[in-house]
């Protein structure tokens, strides 16, 4: 069985920095990619970032670009999420969540593909 355990989000004032850790277990190969989303109180969910486990590619949607970074360490299982220069419309739950491959980037929107999610971890900018 699958599952993704995202933890590190928090209160931050605006221009403050974060980072969130996934934990992944239960794959039965180490082709698949891990990537994160987020969604705020009544609105959609976002693709934030991903990359693939077997090659490091990394996608970042452009709301996030340059302020974020994906990274892995495959010795822990574990991918992280750096995000530095914090503004209050990043204020969401930002999920981990996995498949075989990352999303397809669309316009500069990374898509919320993905077979699997855990709980999520709650991030609030303050302004």
């Known amino acids: 069985e699958v599952q993704l355990q995202a933890s590190g989000g928090g209160l931050v004032q605006a221009g403050g920095s974060l980072r969130l850790s996934c934990v992944a277990s239960g794959f039965t190969s180490d082709d698949y990619a891990i990537g994160w989303f987020r969604q705020a109180p009544g609105k959609e969910r976002e693709g934030v970032s991903c990359i693939s486990r077997n090659d490091d590619m990394t996608y970042y949607a452009d709301s996030v670009k340059g302020r974020f970074t994906i990274s892995s360490d495959n010795t822990k299982n574990t991918v992280y999420l750096q995000m530095n220069s914090l503004k209050p419309e990043d204020t969401a739950r930002y999920y981990c969540?996995?498949?075989?491959?990352?999303?397809?980037?669309?316009?500069?929107?990374?898509?919320?593909?993905?077979?699997?999610w855990g709980q999520g971890t709650l991030v609030t900018v303050s302004s």
């Open positions: 969540a996995a498949d075989d491959r990352c999303p397809a980037m669309i316009g500069g929107t990374l898509l919320v593909l993905y077979d699997y």
